[in-house]
């Protein structure tokens, strides 16, 4: 009898946005070149906490300043990844709540705000869908 090991899926590390305005609605982007509408944030580089990584990815592509103080880390959450086949994605997520405007930039093409428990007929990232939507919508509710 063989031990057969189950194949680990590689995992890409990212830090993750999940950014309500006042009016109770949830930042939503799709980058260039991909179907999906995820949660703004990206790859961690060598050396990057989640933190750094965030700032800087929000930075480029959004060209927000983020304010480390309002912003509160909600946990890892890992997925299926959305653009690269046969990824997971580990997401450090953070919540930050917003009062001014934001532009696309970098490799983001599109934004879209959704008010939250509303249905959303976009195609929508795993992570998103399953984990950063739910986050989004209870720390709505509780304003």
Known sequence: M?????EVMPTIKVAAAIINDKEGR??????????????????????????????????????????????????????VAANEAGYLVEAEMFLIEIDHKVSPAAEIEEIAWFNIGRPIDLPLAPLTRDNALPIAHRSISHH
Not at 2 to 6: A, I, M, S, V
Not at 31 to 43: L, P, S, V
């Open 2 to 6: 063989t031990h057969r090991q189950t």
């Open 26 to 79: 949830t930042l939503l982007v799709r980058k260039r070149g991909t179907d999906f509408f995820m949660q703004a944030g990206g790859k961690m580089e060598v050396g990057e906490n989640a933190l750094t990584a965030l700032s800087r990815e929000l930075r480029e592509e959004l060209g927000m300043v983020l304010d480390e103080a309002s912003t509160q880390y909600v946990g890892r959450y890992t997925a």
